[in-house]
């Protein structure tokens, strides 16, 4: 390996190896080729000194930035808590109807509303906040409790029939027929009152004798035409929305024996912001009054 070798036909220089009569020249590198490459070793000396770069037992080299994604990312969080902290604070300090007025406040009360949702209310109201037999549909205009929003707050802040809150809604239908408060017959002719009011075939003979009852012992909470009282979480029999049970059979176990729906109180669980984040979601799903 000592003279060097040169190719006849180039007059290049050869490495000195040959096969089958083909020789590889020994031509030097593109000089852009070259520079390219030192410039990325120099970046790549430069990025393991700045950066953490070599992997040690428990973390890293800190590199001279001290700048993670970890550090980065916990710098981002800070920033977006602190935005938030803004918002949260004004919403504390507003009502609801101040919050739906105005556009920012609203629409942050709108998307923490929905997570709101999907975490503590689905399991009972459905993903769609479309309720189930027993539990509201809260996109309908049909409300139990009111569907402006102070009564939707005051609903969701204390709950229903919730016995771990003072300030929870309170008003039970009577257990007619368990409590002997009315005769099988009796009830069964209000029922026909109630499928006429809710525009539904109905016994005429039995609707006579059942709409003076009707009028002597539903009229207070339901009202004289049947379309509810949300004063006594009432709901309007007139209209074809049932909370239960809109077949005659179930009206007739509805007056034997209310259900007596209970939803919870979230105000002492989730917090005051919360509770107003929920309302005007709840509000804004096209219920609302
Ligand atoms: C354990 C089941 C349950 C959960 C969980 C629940 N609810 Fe309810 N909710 C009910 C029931 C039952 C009623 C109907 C009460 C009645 O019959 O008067 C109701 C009624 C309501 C009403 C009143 C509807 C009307 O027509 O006036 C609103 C508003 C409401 N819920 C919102 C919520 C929100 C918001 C959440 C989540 C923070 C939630 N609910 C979680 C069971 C539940
Ligand atoms: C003290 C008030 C009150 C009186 C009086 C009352 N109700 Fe009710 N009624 C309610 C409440 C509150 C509900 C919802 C109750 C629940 O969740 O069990 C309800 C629910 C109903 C429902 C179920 C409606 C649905 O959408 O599924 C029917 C039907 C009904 N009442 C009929 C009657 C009839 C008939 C009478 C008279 C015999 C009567 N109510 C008397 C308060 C009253």
């Given at each position: 390996m000592s003279k060097k070798k040169i190719?006849?036909?180039?007059g290049v220089e050869t490495t000195g190896h040959e096969w089958d009569g083909i020789t590889e020249l020994n031509n030097p590198l593109p000089r852009w080729w070259l520079w390219t490459m030192y410039a990325t070793i120099v970046f790549a000396i430069g990025y393991v000194i700045y950066y953490p770069a070599i992997p040690l037992i428990?973390?890293?080299?800190?590199?001279?930035?001290?700048?993670t994604n970890r550090s980065m990312l916990l710098k981002e969080m800070a920033a977006a808590k602190q935005a938030r902290a803004g918002l949260v604070a004004r919403v504390e300090n507003a009502s609801v109807d101040e919050i739906a007025g105005d556009s920012e406040l609203r629409r942050f009360a709108i998307s923490g509303g929905k997570s709101l949702f999907k975490v503590n209310c689905v399991q009972c109201h459905g993903s769609g906040a479309q309720g189930s037999p027993g539990y509201?549909?809260?996109?309908?205009?049909?409300?139990l409790w009111g569907g402006d929003l102070d009564s939707i707050y005051g609903t969701i802040a204390h709950?229903?029939?919730?016995?771990?809150?003072?300030?929870t809604r309170t008003s039970d239908m009577p257990a007619f027929g368990k409590d002997e408060l009315l005769e099988k017959d009796q009830i069964a002719n209000i029922a026909e009152h109630v499928l006429k009011i809710a525009g539904l075939e109905y016994d005429a003979a039995k609707e006579a004798k059942g709409a003076p009852l009707f009028a002597e012992?539903?009229?207070?909470?339901?009202g004289a035409e049947g379309k509810g009282n949300s004063e006594f979480g009432a709901?309007?029999?007139?209209?074809?929305?049932?909370?239960?049970?809109?077949t005659r059979k179930g009206i007739i176990a509805q007056i034997n024996s209310p259900k007596q729906g209970e939803m919870p109180a979230w105000k002492a669980r989730l917090g005051d912001v919360s509770v107003k984040q929920l309302a005007v979601y709840v509000h804004s799903l096209g219920g609302g009054q």
């Open positions: 190719d006849e036909i180039s428990n973390e890293a080299t800190p590199g001279l930035s001290g700048e509201p549909n809260l996109n309908d205009d049909d409300w709950g229903a029939r919730y016995p771990h809150s003072e300030e012992n539903c009229a207070s909470c339901h709901p309007n029999l007139a209209d074809a929305l049932w909370l239960y049970d809109g």
